[in-house]
């Protein structure tokens, strides 16, 4: 079962990835930084959004919720990186 801990760090881990490559691509196609700049920013709304709900949850069963809506999302963000790259 996951904890509170795990999830905190991959989502870090993830949203730092995201980041990373944002910031590769503006470096080298810097007519790509509006897209990812709109990346940038959605990746870091959607990473509060996701701390708010793991610090609400009440019990362990919160969790898989969580982390389906975190999955679904990495899904999303990695497409959108595919696209602007």
Same mark, same amino acid.
């Given at each position: 079962?996951?904890?509170?801990?795990?999830?905190?760090?991959? /989502?870090?881990?993830? !949203?730092?990835?995201?980041? @990373? $490559?944002?910031? &590769?691509?503006?470096?080298?196609?810097?007519? =790509?930084? *509006?897209?990812?700049?709109? /990346?940038?920013?959605? !990746?870091?709304?959607?990473? @509060? $959004?996701?701390? &708010?709900?793991?610090?609400?949850?009440?019990? =362990?069963? *919160?969790?898989?919720?969580?982390?389906?809506?975190?999955?679904?999302?990495?899904?999303?963000?990695?497409?959108?990186?595919?696209?602007?790259?």
């Amino acid at each position: 079962m996951a904890s509170k801990r795990l999830i905190k760090k991959q /989502l870090n881990g993830f !949203v730092i990835e995201v980041l @990373d $490559e944002c910031f &590769s691509v503006q470096l080298y196609d810097p007519k =790509k930084t *509006d897209a990812t700049n709109k /990346l940038i920013e959605e !990746v870091l709304v959607f990473s @509060d $959004e996701l701390l &708010s709900k793991i610090h609400s949850a009440k019990s =362990k069963k *919160d969790y898989p919720a969580i982390r389906k809506s975190m999955d679904d999302k990495i899904e999303y963000f990695i497409t959108q990186i595919e696209a602007v790259a």
